[in-house]
């Protein structure tokens, strides 16, 4: 069992930036695969980006490509999300999630899930 915990959110300007944590306890984290995904509020859960064990391999959404970063720190059993330029349409809440396998862009592929941390942009 992995129990994940998400902080760095907060209420940011366009135009900030901000840095998400994702920090495990229970297992190792070098051992999933990890995706960021965020939910704004009424709208489905989507995908943001995802990294290979190793964190040599990741993959991101299009809409965020250039803005949005995943990384990983294996030795502090940590994932981070760099976000810069931030948009008022990024507001939602950002869950990290782990699974066994392959990086995926799908939520239903995923094992574990965070609470989330909420992120709100203001114009």
């Known amino acids: 069992q992995v129990q994940l915990v998400e902080s760095g959110g907060g209420l940011v300007q366009a135009g900030a930036s901000l840095r998400l944590s994702c920090t495990a306890s229970g297992r190792t984290l070098s051992n999933y695969v990890m995706g960021w995904f965020r939910q704004a509020s009424g709208k489905e859960r989507d995908f943001v980006a995802a990294?290979?064990?190793?964190?040599?391999?990741?993959s991101g959404a299009d809409s965020m490509k250039g803005r949005f970063a995943i990384s990983r720190d294996n030795a502090k059993n940590t994932v981070y999300l760099q976000m810069d330029s931030l948009k008022p349409e990024d507001t939602a809440i950002y869950y990290c999630?782990?699974?066994?396998?392959?990086?995926?862009?799908?939520?239903?592929?995923?094992?574990?899930w965070g609470q989330g941390t909420q992120v709100t942009v203001s114009s």
């Open positions: 999630a782990a699974r066994v396998g392959l990086r995926s862009t799908s939520s239903r592929d995923y094992d574990y």
């Open positions: 990294i290979s064990w190793g964190g040599d391999s990741t």
